[in-house]
Each structure stands twice: as C-alpha cells, then as structure tokens.
C-alpha cells in the first residue's frame, strides 16, 4: 500500500491529457522492457522507439504487444520515416506501422533535407490513421531556428493535423530547446507554448536536471520526453517534490495551502 501522509501535488492519473511522459526506447531488451512496464506503468504514457530502431528490432510484435497490454501508445520514431520519405518510401512505412501495431507517429525533419511544407504534407498523410507527434528542431547544433520560426513551424503542423508537438532535444539534451551545454533556451522554450499550449507540448529531457528545471519552472504536469526507462520512477520523483531538485518547489506550494509549518 502507498503511503499517503505527504502533501504532494495532485498529479493526473492515467489515461492523461497532461503530465505525460514519453520514454525513449534506444533497443531495450524485451525482458527489461516488460519488467520496467510492470513495475513503474503508471509513470509513462508513450513508447517511442527511437530513430531506426523498430526497424531493425528482432522482437518488435513482441514490445508492442507488451504495450499494449499494458495501454501504452507505441511510436514510431521520427528519423526512420525521414529515411523513408527520402527514399520515396514514406507510404510504406505508414502501412507496415500501422500494420505491426503502431499507434502513433513522430514527424520530424531534424535530419533530412526537408521543407516545412513537405513535414505538414507528410503529418497531413499520417494523420487519418495516426496520433502523429510533430517535432520541431534539429538535430545539429550547427543548424538553428529562430524562436518565430519555432512558433511558424509548430502552428503550421497543429493545423496539418498533429495532435502533440515535441520540442527537439535529443537523447543528448544538446541540441533544440537547449544549448551545447544543456541549459534551457527559454525564448525558444515559451514560443514552443504559444504556439501550442503546455498540454499539447512535449520537452524531449533526457538529462535530470533538464526535467527538474522544466518541474520548477512549468509545473509538475508538464509533458517531458527522451526519457529513458531507468528514469521512470526518479522523474516521478521530481514530479512529486520528493527530489532535493525540486522539494522546495512543492514545500513552498503546501505552504501557500497552508499544509506545511
């Protein structure tokens, strides 16, 4: 039994429409994969299988049938269909995932050569058949968009038919919403959540300290991705105020309710 003699914040439960997590699977063993879903399957909402991994995954119909059991949204990581749409091949990857199970998408165009008007051609395709999460940014440092072109890009995708954003940050937290250091781009960050609101937005935090700040800034619900699976139960933690990160954050909130001394 849970214990509940803390003040914490009223986190949503699952199914969630903010709060969400999104975990990067980088070729987990399906082992340890249906171990982390038993254990900590109330802390995530979406399995993405990141770049080209599904694809070259031995034992895929398995992880997806293990999330869907378990009513987590698997998705398609976004490099894999810019491969295919490079190719011309972008129809036939839609059709084998959905065929194998998907029931998402991510959209992206951080690698190949690609307009945004190809990105919201290509949402507008995925969309009928797919919850389709839209990445803005890249995945080089060396190539920049200004936060206007941000706040262009994801409105142009919300309108093409994407259900959620995701700001770029990579498994590395380097790149995006952060500088070559890691540290938070808040001009970028705040055109991200005009452009789409904090409910429809995603952060790509690999990093703790990416998350914690995201907590203390934006709230214990905010939508975070890129997050490994080992880090399940630590981000919940931050969450919950229960990390040296972010207890001050929710001490200061139970004070404000009058529930702490």
Known sequence: MMPDFLGLPDLPG?????????????????????????????????????????????????????????????????????????????????????????????????????????????????????????????????????????????VGDLDAGATFVVAEGRESGTVGVYDADGTPQPDIINAAIRAAGLSRTFFEAPRKDQQAWFVNVHGSDVNLGNVAPDDLLPLQTLRLGLRADTALRNLAEQVALGQSR
């Open 14 to 154: 699952k199914p969630r429409t903010r709060g969400m997590t999104h975990v990067l699977d980088k070729g987990i063993p399906v082992g340890a994969m249906a171990d982390h879903l038993e254990s900590h399957v109330d802390y995530v909402d979406v399995w993405k299988f990141g770049w080209g991994t599904a694809y070259a995954e031995r034992h895929l119909e398995r992880k997806i049938g293990l999330l869907r059991r378990h009513e987590v949204v698997a998705c398609l990581g976004g490099t894999l269909l810019e491969i295919a749409w490079a190719q011309g091949k972008a129809d036939a990857c839609l059709e084998w995932a959905e065929s194998v199970g998907f029931g998402a998408v991510e959209v992206s165009r951080g690698t190949v050569p690609m307009s945004t008007d190809e990105k919201q051609e290509l949402i507008s395709v995925a969309a009928p058949r797919f919850t389709v999460f839209a990445e803005t940014g890249y995945k080089s440092a060396d190539r920049v968009l200004l936060p206007s072109e941000w706040h262009m890009e994801i």
